[in-house]
């Protein structure tokens, strides 16, 4: 279709509005044009956060010489004609808006050129006007340059924060095109480094190991439409040991659209039940396809949402298409019911690539682990720190229990051993203890956290190597707000970069733990619960606890067992983890008399 303005009463019914907010929209826009365009390749540029100048370049269609003009127009579009069509839209584009706003909000060049042009068509638009310039040679497609972006416009600046936090929205809007596109090669450069390029070999796991790692991407499981559901959903999730405190891991995508959809995101939250810890989010990229006349995209201007005529179908789609994933990857789920609410295991399968458990003596930032010392062999080796839990306080207390050399500890418990490397088993004056032992350590470090905040005392190991971290506009924003708290709590942040920040210590309980995990996961905590309340800065304690306990499906020995169940007794709420779940099962003496008929 060539391009047109909408008669106003067309322009009148779709959604109207404001859809240049920031940089990071003026991509959206410029990259959704080269798509409907048809674009194999596209490449992005931007500097200072896209504020200076943002470029973007395709070898799509290119508009033809004598369009060149209306395209700036409000409401030109070659994509829609008539109310009739919107139900049916298939392009990312219809309202012929963008052109237009990024015109009037920046200094905008465009230069374009279709197959049968023998050179390119050259506009500079600059506040609404718009002028032709001499026509270039150019290979086939278009380019756009935006410089100087809301400068005219200081109310709108006023909105935009850092260019890094730009930069960090820019690069999410690339991702989740890459993501939905990965015939497309992209790429993306920042201040002239390249950041993101993507192959346009089709593979989304591909796209995935740039944005969540090779490692994490390589244990993706694929998701296929599940033939009981009303509209297939494809894509790859995360295992459910690959979590993250927030819903910034889970991509969604309706027909090639990036979307919000709280429906969706409820479906896959449903699916993962009983697999992830309340408040823990699974990785995803979903892509949810289905007849344009059941969607209602015309939502909002900038497109994010979208509504389904049955909210009912793209639940049970979502739901099954992943429910089926786990169940294929993890037979073993059903089998033991562990999708019912109930039964929660935070670690569930077990991966003993996690392991970054603490319970060694305070050496060296990576030293190795010692062989821990078996009960009874603690003074012959001369090595009265290998039964600690975790460096701290409690080293008297528990050396002093293991020289009792009978394994009774505080004269309350006595650890009889480990079933599925997960509970503790031990005997009380009453009975016996099942002992969760991931969360039982996560409450004991969680109390010892809370402990050395009160005491101004952090235990802090620093970092031999800072750690680069990168950040989510979101999580940058944060910081400010968390510096403080969190470097009371040992983790020390140092501005680097526009969207990286170096690590520079890290509580010692934490010094083997996945260092950007922990910063991402205390900043989504700060951030969802506000700075300076009491709900964030338990919070913070909780995920450094989290991250720095011994995980569920790790093989313990008797000693490792006895220390953990004594700092348990000694410096914790010995009932619940800092989740609110249980760390102990209890089966009295009482209990095991009526089973067996004796009371
Ligand atoms: P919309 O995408 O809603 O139609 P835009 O203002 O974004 O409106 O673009 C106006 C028109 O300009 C489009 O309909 C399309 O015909 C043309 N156009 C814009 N960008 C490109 C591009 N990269 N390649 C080819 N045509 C383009
Ligand atoms: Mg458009």
């Not at 409690?394 to 309350?412: A, I």
């Not at 991402?520 to 506000?530: C, H, Q």
Request: proline letters at 7%.
């Amino acid at each position: 279709m060539s391009i047109r303005i909408l008669p106003p009463a067309v322009a009148a019914g779709i959604a109207a509005g404001e859809v240049i907010e920031r940089p990071a929209s003026v991509v959206k826009e410029l990259l959704e044009n080269s798509l409907d365009a048809g674009a194999t390749a596209i490449t992005v540029e931007i500097q200072q956060g896209g504020l200076q100048r943002i470029s973007v370049r395709d070898d799509g269609c290119g508009i033809p010489d004598d369009e060149v003009l209306l395209a700036f127009e409000r409401h030109a579009t070659s994509k829609l004609r008539s109310l009739d069509d919107l139900p049916e839209i298939t392009t990312l584009g219809f309202r012929g808006e963008a052109l237009s706003s990024i015109a009037a909000a920046a200094h905008v060049l465009l230069v374009t050129r279709t197959v049968n042009a023998e050179a390119a068509s050259v506009v500079e638009a600059y506040e609404s006007t718009t002028t032709r310039q001499p026509r270039e040679s150019s290979a086939p497609g278009t380019r756009i340059e935006v410089e100087a972006l809301f400068s005219t416009i200081p109310a709108r600046l006023k909105f935009i924060r850092s260019p890094g936090a730009e930069t960090a929205r820019v690069r999410q809007v690339i991702e989740h095109m890459a993501m939905a596109n990965p015939y497309v090669r992209f790429s993306f450069k920042n201040d002239l480094r390249t950041v993101i390029q993507t192959t346009g070999n089709g593979q989304l796991r591909d796209i995935l190991s740039i944005i969540y790692g090779t490692e994490t991407a390589a244990e993706m499981l694929e998701v296929t439409a599940s033939s009981r559901a009303p509209f297939p959903v494809h894509g790859m999730i995360g295992p459910p040991d690959r979590n993250r405190p927030n819903r910034t891991g889970i991509s969604l995508f309706v027909n090639g659209r990036w979307i919000q959809s709280p429906t969706m995101n409820t479906a896959v939250r449903e699916a993962y039940r009983g697999l992830l810890m309340e408040g823990r989010y699974p990785l995803g990229a979903l892509f949810l396809d289905a007849p344009p006349h059941v969607l209602d995209v015309n939502v909002h201007p900038n497109k994010r949402e979208v509504r389904f005529t049955h909210d009912g179908d793209a639940f049970s789609s979502v739901e099954r298409a992943v429910r089926e994933a786990l169940l294929e990857a993890h037979p073993e789920v059903q089998a033991r019911g562990l999708f019912s609410p109930t039964s929660i295991d935070p670690q569930f399968p077990p991966s003993p690539r996690v392991f970054d458990f603490t319970m060694t003596p305070p050496q060296g930032a990576g030293a190795p682990l010692p062989e821990p010392a078996l009960p009874g062999e603690t003074e012959r080796r001369g090595d009265d720190n290998s039964t600690v839990l975790a460096p701290g306080a409690q080293t008297q207390e528990m050396t002093g229990s293991t020289e009792e050399g009978m394994g009774w500890l505080t004269g309350e418990f006595r650890v009889l051993g480990q079933i599925s490397a997960t509970y503790i088993i031990a005997e009380g004056q009453d009975g016996m203890h099942v002992i969760d032992q991931h969360s039982a350590h996560e409450s004991v470090l969680y109390y010892r956290l809370l402990r050395q905040w009160k005491e101004m005392a952090p235990d802090i190991q620093p970092m031999l190597d800072p750690l680069p971290v990168e950040l989510t506009p979101e999580q940058l924003e944060t910081v400010p707000l968390a510096q403080d708290m969190l470097t009371r709590y040992g983790i020390t942040l140092e501005a680097f970069g526009d969207s990286t920040y170096l690590l520079r210590s890290v509580p010692v309980m934490a010094r083997r733990v996945d260092g950007a995990k922990l910063v991402a996961d205390v900043l989504e905590v700060v951030r969802g619960a506000g700075s300076l309340t009491p709900a964030s800065h338990h919070g913070v304690a909780a995920s450094i606890a989290c991250h720095s306990a011994v995980r569920a499906g790790q093989t313990l020995n008797h000693q490792e067992m006895a220390a953990l169940t004594t700092a348990l007794v000694t410096e914790a709420n010995p009932q619940h983890c800092p989740h609110g779940r249980p760390t102990t099962v209890k089966v009295t003496t009482h209990m095991l008399e009526r089973g067996f008929g004796r009371a």
